[in-house]
């Protein structure tokens, strides 16, 4: 489309741009820049010909989360879809947090890279709470530890949860299960007592930081080798913000360490 943004500026051919960019968004999903600059100027420059179309961008973006009303037969499907995640999933979570979900229980090594704001923080706190068992959360700096803690102990009000920043066996008497907030060096702790935690979920938070040359890809060695030690275990390697080479020479880490393809059916 031609001067599209004197267009919307102006408050020519408003209805086609709109139907343009409604129409991009449901045949395949929020991933051109160029509808979402679109959109952006439509809400600041057009905001109340934007808030009749709202509903229906939020359906066709997927963004769950927020209520919307059924303005057309597309509205319908999208809403009914946003059901079907809500029954399946117990949460509002979009389709890209629906199906990080779906590959983690399909799988029981996942490694996953996505941009910001896609929801990733959300999906793994729910899994971190929603876990029966310990919990290992492996975060490459001492300011992520605290931010984690942070946010756990915000969440989680349950005095029954251990939520630690070192490896311990505390608390015994009250404690279902633990939370441990360590970085790689600090996992060195876990191999002391192996055979006193059932560990659910391991989860290596950023883990393009750690460089397989120095003692930190030791120390990712070493704990990536205690899926033979612990049965039933995901272990989940978040690469956010990472460069595509980077990617695959973690993934082929991983392929080198153990026997699994990148992710595994268990």
């Not at 055979?195 to 930081?209: G, Y």
């Not at 930190?216 to 460069?243: P, V």
Request: glycine residues 2%; aromatic residues 12%; contains cysteine.
């Amino acid at each position: 489309m031609k001067n599209t943004i004197k267009n919307i500026i102006q408050g020519d051919n408003l209805k086609q741009i709109f139907q343009y960019v409604l129409n991009n968004l449901y045949r395949s999903g929020p991933i051109s820049v160029t509808d979402m600059e679109i959109l952006s100027y439509l809400s600041l420059y057009q905001n109340e010909i934007f808030e009749i179309h709202k509903s229906s961008i939020l359906n066709y973006m997927a963004v769950f989360y927020k209520e919307t009303e059924e303005k057309s037969l597309k509205d319908v499907i999208f809403n009914q879809y946003k059901k079907y995640i809500n029954e399946n999933y117990q949460h509002n979570y979009t389709p890209v947090q629906a199906n990080i979900i779906k590959e983690v229980a399909n799988s029981q090594y996942f490694s996953f890279s996505a941009p910001t704001s896609t929801g990733k923080s959300f999906v793994f706190m729910n899994m971190i709470k929603e876990s029966i068992h310990d919990v290992v959360v492996i975060v490459p700096s001492r300011a992520l530890i605290n931010e984690y803690y942070l946010k756990l102990c915000n969440q989680i009000q349950d005095k029954s949860v251990n939520i630690l920043t070192f490896i311990d066996k505390i608390n015994t008497a009250n404690s279902q299960k633990s939370i441990f907030i360590i970085t790689p060096e600090r996992c060195r702790e876990l191999f002391k007592y192996r055979d006193k935690f059932t560990v659910d979920l391991f989860l290596f938070d950023e883990a393009q930081l750690s460089d397989e040359d120095s003692k930190r890809g030791l120390y990712f060695d070493s704990i990536a080798k205690l899926h033979f030690l612990i049965q039933n275990l995901y272990l989940l390697i978040l690469l956010w913000k990472i460069q595509t080479h980077k990617l695959k020479k973690i993934i082929l880490i991983k392929q080198n360490l153990m026997p699994f393809s990148t992710n595994k059916k268990m």
